[in-house]
């Protein structure tokens, strides 16, 4: 079935780096752009960033830009998000997630994986 | 950026109820809008996608309608699996935006 897996969450200090990952399994992932979404804790949802299905695009909400990047590792099935210079209102549940339709971008988010908790806390 | 405003934030509705949840746009986003369900601890899940098409396997007593930029999301006949946090999403442009979100209680 479509699963997707993120890790690399845990504690961070201001400041730090941290890179998140996403595993892709049963379906093809190099046909599908793929995104990052995080909720804040007992907060609602913040699109995050997103990578065409080659990877030659890349978007990003402004609260990240210059400081996250998304990528892909197609041969692995991975995706992939660097955080660096992180500060405490970057503390959230990092979500990855699949457009529904293939090849497109813009397109509805299904399926979700499970999260992972990244907090950014001394 | 387009935003989304969902009304109400929070709603207390009994068994059998029926439900209205409304999205307003801050610009037309044709029909690029989905609804998403989200339980406690869980994952965000699709609903109703094209501002009205029901995602495969989302009971029929879930419903979407709207263009533009009002959008509502309807359920019929309140379940108590119903009761979580909903949704909406524009997809009409970057950066992809969600409204604040309603809250569903039970009353």
């Known amino acids: 079935q479509v699963q997707l897996v993120e890790s690399g969450g845990g504690v961070v200090q201001p400041g730090r780096s941290l890179r998140l990952s996403c595993a892709a399994s049963?379906?093809?992932?190099?046909?599908?752009?793929m995104h990052w979404v995080r909720q804040a804790p007992g907060k609602g949802l913040e699109w995050v960033a997103g990578?065409?299905?080659?990877?030659?695009?890349?978007n990003y909400v402004d609260s990240v830009k210059g400081r996250f990047t998304v990528s892909r590792d197609n041969s692995k099935n991975t995706l992939y998000l660097q955080m660096n210079s992180l500060t405490a209102e970057d503390t959230a549940v990092y979500y990855c997630?699949?457009?529904?339709?293939?090849?497109?971008?813009?397109?509805?988010?299904?399926?979700w994986g499970q999260g992972t908790l990244v907090t950014v806390s001394s | 950026d387009i935003q989304l405003t969902q009304s109400p934030s929070f709603l207390s509705a009994s068994i059998g109820d029926r439900v209205i949840i409304t999205c307003r746009a801050s610009?037309?986003?044709?029909?690029?809008l989905a609804w998403y369900q989200q339980k406690p601890g869980k994952a965000p899940k699709l609903l109703i996608f094209?501002?009205?098409t029901l995602q495969s396997g989302v009971p029929s007593r879930f419903s979407g309608s709207g263009s533009g930029t009002e959008f509502t999301l309807t359920i019929s006949s309140l379940q108590p699996e119903d009761f979580a946090t909903y949704y909406c999403?524009?997809?009409?442009?970057?950066?992809?935006?969600f409204g604040q979100g309603t809250r569903l209680e039970i009353k």
């Open positions: 990578l065409s299905y080659d990877g030659s695009n890349k």
């Open positions: 999403q524009q997809l009409n442009s970057y950066p992809i935006t």
């Open positions: 610009q037309g986003i044709t029909s690029f």
């Open positions: 997630a699949r457009p529904k339709a293939i090849a497109v971008a813009l397109n509805w988010f299904d399926p």
């Open positions: 049963g379906f093809t992932f190099n046909n599908y752009a």
């Open positions: 094209a501002a009205s």
